[in-house]
């Protein structure tokens, strides 16, 4: 493999994991550009999402998109049971009480994964796992083109639903002003639980995509959500077009690092990259305008 073939194969695997990291991240800042929180369970979501799927395909037999349909069900509905019991809850009294809430929610998600699932390494089965599409010397496999497949479907989805249709505007309203939105007749309280299963959904469903690359483990969560943490503020909080660009500017940057230096650089590489951006510009790449 010569060198500009190289080249080419770290960038087409830098956008494999942008694209996985704007899956997850875009979750993350539906709900604090909407609710204005920041969920610490977020990286608990994306392991549970992962583990569910795992379950249902090597203990029930489902095929594998079923298994992703019944996991990110299962993940949205859990994470609507929570925004009504917990977030809900503490939500009009601060927003520290809140962050502390999806902490403790974060540690009960995953002790009780842990408990159903174990402690070994497990894997998404994918039946795209060992197919490879060849492009002369670069070699993409049939699940990293299904990753970044899906997430750019999905993504355009999210971008048409955010800005297009009646929900959407609720959720611009509810964003830009809350006691506003709820003087205009829109149901505040259902638009903070729909976004927080979304969210929480989004994150699964970028466990489940990844999880069929990699092994799976009960405390990949916290990886997870330092990495959906630096996106977010890359893009800029509340941004979604921010966050997608974010995702994709680290996971080719990771991907360089990884692929020219070492592959134990990567975490330095995010945390370098979100310093800069504070200093340099706070609000992100393109924080300022709520959802666009």
């Not at 601060?94 to 929610?105: H, N, R």
């Amino acid at each position: 493999m010569n060198g500009f073939v190289y080249f080419l194969q770290e960038i087409i695997n830098g956008v494999v994991a942008g694209m996985g990291y704007a899956v997850v991240a875009v979750g993350m800042n539906l709900i604090l550009g909407t609710m204005k929180v920041i969920n610490f369970a977020h990286g608990s979501f994306y392991m549970l999402g992962a583990f569910v799927a795992a379950a249902m395909i090597s203990v029930m037999h489902l095929p594998y998109w079923m298994a992703t349909i019944v996991a990110l069900l299962f993940v949205g509905l859990v994470g609507v049971l929570s925004d009504i019991s917990i977030v809900r809850q503490l939500r009009e009294k601060d927003e520290m009480s809140v962050m502390i809430a999806t902490l403790g929610l974060s540690t009960l998600i995953t002790n009780v994964a842990q408990l159903i699932f174990g402690a070994n390494p497990e894997q998404v089965g994918s039946p795209y796992q060992q197919s490879v599409i060849a492009m002369g010397q670069i070699r993409v496999s049939v699940q990293n083109t299904l990753v970044v497949g899906v997430g750019v479907l999905l993504l355009i989805v999210m971008y048409f639903v955010i800005n297009r249709t009646k929900i959407g505007f609720k959720l611009h309203a509810t964003a830009q002003n809350s006691e506003g939105a709820r003087l205009n007749g829109i149901n505040v309280k259902l638009v903070y639980t729909i976004t927080f299963g979304v969210g929480c959904a989004l994150a699964a469903l970028s466990g489940i995509l990844v999880g069929s690359t990699t092994t799976i483990f009960t405390s990949m969560g916290s990886s997870a959500l330092i990495t959906s943490f630096i996106v977010v503020v890359l893009g800029g909080m509340g941004s979604i077009t921010g966050t997608i660009l974010a995702a994709l500017i680290l996971g080719v940057l990771q991907a360089m690092v990884a692929g020219y230096l070492s592959g134990t650089y990567l975490d330095l590489v995010g945390y370098i990259i979100m310093v800069v951006i504070l200093l340099i510009r706070p609000q992100g790449l393109m924080g300022g305008r709520p959802l666009s």
